[in-house]
Nanobody, 122 residues
Framework: VQLQASGGGSVQPGGSVRVSCAASGRTFPNYAIGWFRQAPGKEREFVAFISGMTAYTGYADSVKGRFAISRDNDLNTVGLEMHSLKPEDTAVYYC????????????????WGQGTQVTVSS
């Protein structure tokens, strides 16, 4: 599996944006997908995950109720809808894949996309 992130951009506080992750490979349903973000000078942090077959989801407390992760195993895509955005959501957003169960730890993910910038500013 290889991952390609897209979407993002600049948005005002309170706005919404969607980032997407397109995967190659026929085994995509076997992979859990996580979204992570990294702001300048900070460590990469967990945002959300979704399991491969059952689409079980989990979110960081900082985004719960504002972000929604989804996947389409027929199209090999995972999306992250982000609403009520705050300046502290500004970061490079990465999608990542791991074979097996979901995890919040970046070190558990073996395949990473290239990242896409989301900037929240007035």
């Amino acid at each position: 599996v290889q991952l390609q992130a897209s979407g993002g951009g600049s948005v005002q506080p309170g706005g919404s944006v969607r980032v997407s992750c397109a995967a190659s490979g026929r085994t995509f349903p076997n992979y859990a997908i996580g979204w992570f973000r990294q702001a300048p000078g900070k460590e990469r942090e967990f945002v959300a995950f979704i399991s491969g077959m059952t689409a079980y989801t989990g979110y960081a407390d900082s985004v719960k109720g504002r972000f929604a992760i989804s996947r389409d195993n027929d199209l090999n895509t995972v999306g992250l809808e982000m609403h009520s955005l705050k300046p502290e959501d500004t970061a490079v957003y990465y999608c990542a894949a791991r074979s097996g169960s979901v995890s919040q730890a970046p070190s558990d993910y073996t395949i990473w996309g290239q990242g896409t910038q989301v900037t929240v500013s007035s």
